[in-house]
């Protein structure tokens, strides 16, 4: 399998839960910023980089109490960028969604 966080693989474990969804958000944020921008080969590459995020998110066995966040998160995420958009979900939500765990992330230091 082809991996886009190559070197982040191994490390992704020693974060915390905060650090790993302010990173997931980071990526969502640069999908969103493509997209507005009309560069949708950009926006779909950061939205495939964020869903490989998620992926190692779930698989860490730490973060078992939020799996069906998580999860539901990934398949809202994918519904608003791939599918209809049938939950309505907005660019400021999604950015009211991920803003608190860049907080948490940094109190987490």
Known sequence: MNYFHKNLIQ??????I???MANIGAEVGRAINWRNKNNFEMSKNAVYRALELIDFTVDDKKNANSLSEILRMREVLCDYFFGDNIYKSTDEDW???FYPFNFAARKDR
């Open 11 to 16: 490390r992704w474990k020693n974060f915390t």
């Open 18 to 20: 905060h650090e790993q």
């Open 95 to 97: 950015s009211k969604y």
